[in-house]
Every structure is written in C-alpha cells, then in structure tokens.
C-alpha cells in the first residue's frame, strides 16, 4: 500500500513538472514568433539632435515634438534627446543616433563645427543615422553645386530639386516590414491602408527636397504617390548601412506640419536596432 502511494505522488510530480517545462518553452516560443513592439518596454534611445548653423528652427522644434508626442501615445518607448551645435567623437559619445534635419546644406557642407569623419565613424561602429532634407543631401554622396556628400550613406546618390509642394507618400510592403507597422502602427489613426497592404500618409512637406536613388536594384521605405512630378521615379525614404551601423534618409520632412510622429519614432527605433 505504501508503495502504491509513493508511486502515485511520482507521477502527480512527473505530471507537474512536464506542464511547467511545457509552459515555459510555450512562453519562450510566444514570446519569439509573436513579437509586439506596442506592447513590449524598449531601451531608451539617446538621440543627438543638430541645432548648429545650416539647421532651421522650425525642423529641430518638429522633430523635438514628434519624439515627445510618440512617448506620449506609446508608454513603451522613451527618448532622451539632446541638441547640439557640434558634431564630433566627444558630443557623440553615450549616444545611440544622430539627426540631421531640414536646413541650408551650403552651411552645413562648410561648418568648421561638424566633423564628417567622426560621424562616419560613429555610424560604422553601430550606430544610427537619419538625415531629413539637408542631413540626406550631406550623408549621401550628393555631388553638386553646393557640395560634395559625406558618404556616410555608403550606396544612396541624390540629386538636387528647388521643389516646394505638399505630397503624399506610400509607405511600401519593405517600409512596413523594415519599420514593423505590421506589428501595429504606434499612431494607427495617423495611417491609411490601402487593398495592396501598403500605407498613404497624406500631406508630406517637401522644400528643396533631394531625389534620391540607390545604386544597383533596391526598394525604398517609401515612394511618391502622385505621378507626374518631379519627383516621380526617385525614393522618398530609403534605408542603408554603414559598417554595423543603420541608417534612413529622408528627402521629405515627416518632422513638420502636419506631422507624423509615428513614422519619426520608428526611424529612430529602426536605426538605434530597437525594432
């Protein structure tokens, strides 16, 4: 009798622990193949903001409220931003990506304050970069009258445009996954899907805004929805690496009016390797 007891209090423990090891690879495996970032706390992302010569107020204050506003819709993302007025190895250091935004390349090109090689540097050593506007023109290796590009963008070309309109961009089936809208947008009202499963954001600003190109075959983040402009045929948002380090350049400005903080915070989250 009494060993009929021990044997059954055995297997009532073989029991228990075969569920347990059952339910934490089952948690692991949830956890791998069904990932959400808008539920899931991410590291916080220092990001170094230009301010110096060259820049314009107006970007350095849209992108500083598009960084605040999508903390503000998402508590699982934070940013710790700072600004700067140079850029080199000291200013760099502890930060995770660096924004070069909307300004006059001319100055930006010539600034005695910015140091090129360091943020080649900074990239190639993991880090991210995004350039809007003018921090697309000098992180490319734009050719032009008003400079010669930066290279950090090792594959991304562009050429200059003096255009000044209000466009709506397509976010392609690549930008989606690049950027993981699939897993949520972190501002789904912000967004429109269409039937194809790509995304219109409507209303984009371009001011002088570059058109951008990749060498060899490549596939933008996103691409003009309008035909029959000048910029029909060149990238909106194109991606690329530098070493180990991520980078997005943006020829339109997602940091102003009307803005869109959800496609800014997962640029930023997609070259800082969050997402």
Same mark, same amino acid.
């Given at each position: 009798?009494?060993?009929?007891?021990?044997?059954?209090?055995?297997?009532?423990?073989?029991?228990i622990?075969?569920?347990?090891?059952?339910? /934490?690879?089952?948690?692991?495996?949830?956890?791998?193949d069904?990932?959400?970032?808008?539920?899931?706390?991410?590291?916080? =992302?220092?990001?170094?903001?230009?301010?110096?010569?060259?820049?314009?107020?107006?970007? /350095?204050k849209?992108?500083?409220?598009?960084?605040?506003?999508?903390?503000k819709?998402?508590?699982?993302?934070?940013?710790?931003?700072?600004?700067?007025?140079?850029? !080199?190895?000291?200013?760099?250091?502890?930060? !995770? =990506?660096?924004?070069?935004?909307?300004?006059?390349?001319?100055?930006?090109? *010539?600034?005695?304050?910015?140091?090129?090689?360091?943020?080649?540097?900074? =990239?190639?050593?993991?880090?991210?970069?995004?350039?809007?506007?003018?921090?697309?023109?000098?992180?490319?290796?734009?050719?032009?009258?008003?400079?010669?590009?930066?290279?950090?963008?090792?594959?991304?070309?562009?050429?200059? @445009?003096?255009?000044?309109?209000?466009?709506?961009? @397509?976010?392609?089936?690549?930008?989606?996954? @690049?950027?993981?809208?699939?897993?949520?947008?972190?501002?789904?009202?912000?967004?429109?899907?269409?039937?194809?499963?790509?995304?219109?954001?409507?209303?984009?600003?371009?001011?002088?805004?570059?058109?951008?190109?990749?060498?060899? *075959?490549?596939?933008?983040?996103a691409?003009?929805?309008?035909?029959?402009?000048?910029?029909?045929?060149?990238?909106?948002?194109?991606?690329?690496?530098?070493?180990?380090?991520?980078?997005?350049?943006?020829?339109?400005h997602?940091?102003?009016?009307?803005?869109?903080?959800?496609? =800014?915070?997962?640029? /930023?989250?997609?070259?800082?390797?969050?997402?």
């Amino acid at each position: 009798m009494k060993n009929i007891k021990h044997f059954k209090y055995t297997i009532f423990l073989l029991v228990i622990i075969i569920f347990i090891v059952i339910g /934490v690879i089952y948690g692991f495996n949830l956890q791998n193949d069904s990932p959400n970032t808008c539920n899931t706390t991410l590291e916080t =992302v220092n990001v170094l903001i230009y301010q110096g010569e060259g820049s314009t107020t107006d970007s /350095v204050k849209g992108l500083i409220y598009c960084l605040e506003q999508a903390e503000k819709d998402n508590s699982n993302i934070q940013f710790n931003y700072t600004t700067t007025t140079v850029i !080199d190895s000291e200013n760099l250091a502890y930060q !995770d =990506v660096l924004i070069i935004s909307g300004g006059d390349i001319r100055y930006i090109f *010539n600034n005695p304050s910015i140091n090129p090689d360091d943020i080649k540097k900074f =990239v190639e050593g993991g880090k991210g970069y995004i350039g809007i506007c003018a921090g697309a023109y000098v992180a490319s290796n734009y050719n032009g009258e008003y400079g010669t590009g930066w290279g950090i963008a090792p594959n991304i070309e562009c050429n200059y @445009t003096s255009i000044d309109d209000m466009q709506p961009l @397509t976010i392609t089936n690549y930008g989606i996954t @690049t950027l993981k809208y699939s897993d949520g947008a972190i501002n789904p009202c912000e967004f429109t899907r269409n039937d194809s499963g790509t995304i219109i954001l409507p209303s984009f600003p371009l001011i002088n805004s570059p058109r951008l190109y990749k060498k060899s *075959n490549y596939t933008s983040i996103a691409v003009y929805t309008e035909n029959d402009t000048i910029m029909s045929g060149s990238a909106a948002i194109l991606d690329d690496t530098y070493g180990s380090g991520r980078i997005i350049l943006s020829g339109p400005h997602p940091e102003l009016s009307p803005a869109k903080p959800g496609l =800014v915070a997962r640029m /930023v989250l997609w070259v800082s390797k969050r997402i």
